[in-house]
């Protein structure tokens, strides 16, 4: 059964670096075709992708946020690492992470249950 | 960038009758789109890959059409709990990109 969980502050400040984990089971990142990317919602809006992390450590950003993300993975400790700089209160949202693999390695099929950022000061 | 369009914003349906999303694509996608379904308070969840295929465990009532730029998401006959968000996504080209959603609600 492929669970994930995401983890981090669920408050930030303007300015300050957010660090968020997920944390997954039921697949292993090494494994060929298998993805763990990330996806925001800001509240009572869509859905943005952000990022996804390939079992081969390939990576693909959203180019409008490229320059502030980073994805990292770690397989021997089940997670995926995602950073985000110079975080804005426009940055307030639910992030999720998801796995990819199971139909395709293209189409994300779990999601975790998401975790709520805020930034303010 | 690929941007996704779907229509209506909002769908007001009765129980048992069919609902009819859409979903338009910039350039073409072929088939490489997905369609979620989100609750309130809840992750989205997969119900259709490959504009058509349904995925695991999702009711027959769900059916999905199209290629290219225009797509379809028919629910055959709503149940209470089919009233959701619903959101297509392509997965052609980088960056994926997912549409504004369509809430379908209770007339």
């Known amino acids: 059964q492929i669970t994930l969980k995401e983890s981090g502050p669920t408050l930030v400040k303007p300015t300050q670096t957010l660090t968020l984990t997920c944390s997954f089971s039921?697949?292993?990142?090494?494994?060929?075709?298998?993805?763990v990317g990330w996806i925001r919602q800001p509240p009572g809006k869509a859905l943005e992708w952000l990022a996804l992390?390939?079992?081969?450590?390939?990576?693909h950003y959203s180019p409008s946020l490229k320059s502030r993300l980073t994805v990292t993975k770690d397989t021997s400790k089940n997670q995926v690492v995602l950073t985000m700089t110079d975080m804005d209160p426009v940055d307030t949202a639910t992030y999720y992470c998801a796995h990819s693999g199971l139909y395709s390695q293209y189409v994300v099929d779990y999601w975790g249950q998401g975790t709520l950022v805020t930034v303010s000061s | 960038e690929i941007v996704m369009t779907q229509s209506p914003a909002t769908l007001s349906v009765s129980s048992g009758e069919r609902a009819t999303l859409s979903c338009r694509a910039s350039?073409?996608?072929?088939?490489?789109l997905a369609w979620y379904q989100q609750k309130p308070g809840q992750a989205p969840r997969l119900l259709i890959y490959g504009a058509s295929t349904r995925a695991t465990g999702i009711p027959a009532r769900f059916s999905g059409s199209g290629s290219g730029t225009e797509f379809t998401l028919t629910i055959s006959s709503l149940q209470s709990e089919d009233f959701a968000v619903y959101y297509c996504?392509?997965?052609?080209?980088?960056?994926?990109?997912f549409g504004q959603g369509t809430k379908v609600e209770i007339e």
């Open positions: 350039q073409s996608v072929s088939s490489n």
């Open positions: 039921g697949f292993s990142l090494s494994t060929n075709g298998v993805g």
């Open positions: 992390i390939y079992w081969d450590d390939s990576k």
């Open positions: 996504q392509q997965y052609n080209n980088w960056p994926r990109a």
